[in-house]
């Protein structure tokens, strides 16, 4: 098939230039259809990887760029109308320029449509009832390989467009591509994290070709396309949350959600809780709740390995999480066990 247009291309410029400038400029035109010919094939692959969006607006541009420069071509040629060899070249280069030029704005412009006009009729992700699109929440690395978000978007409380940028996808590949084990097992398990929000119905995801050649740092890439498009970042990186909020760019902090979600502990509470090792202080002893809340427990060095009942003093909450400090129960209800 490919074969076909290839000969098809060039027998077609053949003939059109031995109809317009005769037989002794035939092979250009015959050259000219093979360079078509094999820049079709080429621009074949690069469509089947490239978002819709970017190809309509290519297409577009491309048009429109042809439209332009033969109107700009055709009144310089009507006074040289003779010189076929002119007019054919004319032609040719002002189609080349203006056309690629065309096609460049085309494609960029393209990657900054975002569609909003076609989903406010009946789509299933349309505008809000007074007009408002939803900002988009811009995901970054680290929120997509500790992988809580899938679960999240299941339970329906992400609103709003799920915005992958390319360069988080490049950095997902490239530590899955890594050498070292573990960097790779959580590369995987990202990319794994990421098909399974995509084959989430009740969220719409969506991959974004922009970037920011002059920016290197992904963190900062992401806090710039939040302020381009107007969206959210969604993170569970405390520093990018610390950065976004300087630069005025609402986040999401799937850490915070998770804090927010654990239940309240007051003072004076008992619970019963396994020592699992000693803490830092002369005497304590450490364990955690099913959630991962730490526990430090005051006296406890000699009941380790065993489940005990102990009274809540105080609970401390810092940047890393909820620290809940406590006592050996002294009248314990219940007796100490292995």
């Known amino acids: 098939m490919r074969s076909l247009l290839v000969l098809f291309a060039s027998a077609s410029g053949y003939f059109i230039t031995y109809q317009i400038a005769g037989s002794k400029f035939a092979y250009i035109g015959f050259a000219s259809g093979v360079l078509i010919a094999v820049l ?136 899955a591509d890594s050498p070292d084990p573990i960097k790779r097992a959580r590369g995987k398990r990202g990319l794994d994290v990421l098909k399974t929000i995509q084959s989430n119905k009740k969220v719409e995801v969506s991959i974004t070709e922009r970037d920011f050649p002059d920016i290197k740092e992904v963190d900062s890439k992401l806090v710039a396309l939040a302020k381009v498009i107007g969206g959210k970042v969604l993170t569970n990186d405390a520093n990018l949350n610390k950065v976004a909020e300087l630069h005025g760019v609402t986040v999401l902090n799937i850490n915070k959600l998770a804090t927010a979600m654990k239940p309240v502990v007051l003072p004076g509470e008992v619970m019963h809780i396994l020592v699992l090792k000693e803490g830092k202080e002369h005497g304590q002893g450490v364990g955690y709740l099913e959630d991962g809340t730490m526990v430090v427990i005051d006296n406890a060095r000699d009941h380790l390995g065993k489940s005990v009942d102990v009274s809540i003093t105080s609970v401390l909450q810092t940047t890393g999480g909820r620290m809940i400090f406590s006592k050996v129960k002294e009248d314990l209800k219940r007796p100490v066990y292995q």
């Open 40 to 175: 079709a094939l080429f621009f074949e692959e690069r469509v089947k990887k490239t978002p819709l969006k970017i190809v309509i607006g290519g297409a577009i541009g491309f048009i429109t760029g042809l439209v332009v420069a033969n109107l700009l071509t055709y009144p310089l040629m009507i006074s040289n109308n003779n010189n076929r060899y002119l007019e054919l070249s004319a032609y040719l280069v002002a189609n080349c320029i203006i056309g690629y030029v065309g096609l460049s704005i085309g494609m960029k412009k393209g990657d900054e449509f975002d569609g909003s006009f076609f989903k406010n009729f009946n789509g299933p992700h349309a505008a809000e009832p007074n007009g408002k699109k939803e900002p988009g929440l811009i995901i970054d690395t680290s929120v997509i390989i500790d992988g809580r978000v899938a679960e999240v978007c299941e339970t329906g409380f992400l609103s709003g467009e799920i915005i992958v940028p390319q360069f988080v996808l490049q950095e997902l590949q490239y530590i």
